[in-house]
């Protein structure tokens, strides 16, 4: 679809050229060096003869007609001028181009890189070669340019009709099957996201009397309040409130909180001490899974960091049990409505 965008500048510049060189050659005649307008033309003798005696000059309709048509021509001309220098501009900095020195064969050398790339296309579909999925392009966690940085990128200033379509045109371009052969040109025009939690300093270690490091961190579930502490160097021991893991009765709370263990690769390595209170089994299982996940920080690096993050383990679930509405049966049903 770019490539049909490019052809379509192309085949805009070469028009205007032509309609500029049809204009001149019908506005320059060979025994004429001055264009016959409304605006440039050269009077006559007759007509300076006649102002010259203070005379009213009278034109035919003819005249008239050919005037106004000739106005309108050069304003045509002129904007249509104006529109192809624009649109000069924006192909040479789609090209990586210097505008200022933007010439019709650079102009004739894409339409030459945009058939080949056609070809190139059909030969892809003629033969059923299809894309390899290993090489498809992942811009990862990154987002499109702002305006504001587009425009200084482009040197230009642009509408948001403008912008709009340009993120269209790459969202479109990022859909082709191979779009990773134009992947230093997309990443040009995107930006990285920073996370909060790349953001949020990590607290550092702390270690024990007999060199033992160890981290303490605190999480919420609905009213459960839990404080947990990591021991490295361990055996992985669980202790909940000076019990073992059987604490949790419920096979699913026992998961709940050895999960971000097993999603670190950290269970077995560390021994985990939690005080927990308040709530039931679910809530707690939740508040100690979140201060496990807390405290692993300190003892990973920042990639196993920005995944527990988008695995939702840094996140306080804010689910909480909604409260009964008076005049219903609950938070959400309602009596049984009978007419009589």
């Not at 009278?58 to 106005?71: G, W």
């Not at 059909?122 to 992942?138: F, G, I």
């Not at 702002?146 to 790459?170: A, C, R």
């Amino acid at each position: 679809m770019a490539c049909v965008r490019l052809q379509h500048l192309i085949s805009n510049s070469r028009r205007i050229s032509l309609y500029a060189y049809v204009a001149h050659s019908k506005s320059t005649p060979l025994n004429q060096s001055k264009c016959w307008s409304s605006t440039i033309a050269a009077t006559p003798p007759e007509t300076k003869e006649l102002r010259s005696s203070n005379e009213t000059v009278k034109l035919s309709k003819a005249m008239k007609a050919y005037q106004e048509r000739a106005q309108q021509h050069d304003a045509f001309m002129f904007e249509q001028t104006k529109e192809y220098e624009i649109g000069k501009r924006h192909l040479a900095n789609m090209m990586g181009e210097d505008p200022e020195t933007f010439t019709q064969d650079s102009v004739d050398d894409l339409s030459g890189i945009i058939r080949e790339l056609d070809n190139f296309s059909d030969r892809m579909v003629r033969y059923s070669v299809h894309q390899d999925k290993e090489r498809a392009l992942n811009v990862g966690a990154s987002t499109w340019v702002t305006k504001e940085e587009l425009e200084n990128i482009l040197l230009e200033k642009l509408k948001d009709k403008q912008y709009d379509f340009f993120i269209v045109s790459m969202n479109r371009l990022l859909d082709h099957p191979y779009s990773y052969r134009a992947k230093d040109f997309v990443m040009k025009f995107r930006k990285q996201i920073v996370s909060s939690a790349s953001l949020e300093e990590i607290p550092k270690l702390q270690y024990t009397a007999e060199g033992a490091p160890y981290m303490a961190a605190t999480g919420q579930r609905k009213s459960s309040l839990a404080t947990v502490t990591l021991y490295g160097r361990g055996t992985g021991n669980f202790t909940v409130n000076s019990e073992n893991i059987l604490y949790f009765a419920d096979i699913q709370d026992r998961e709940q909180v050895i999960f971000p263990l097993q999603f670190t690769g950290m269970l077995g390595k560390v021994d985990v001490v939690a005080d927990v209170e308040g709530g039931g089994t679910s809530g707690q299982a939740g508040a100690i899974r979140l201060a496990i996940s807390r405290a692993l920080r300190s003892f990973v690096d920042s990639d196993t960091v920005e995944k527990m993050r988008l695995a939702g383990l840094l996140t306080r679930d804010p689910r909480v049990r909604e409260r009964k509405k008076p005049g219903q049966k609950g938070a959400r049903a309602k009596y049984t409505w009978k007419k009589r």
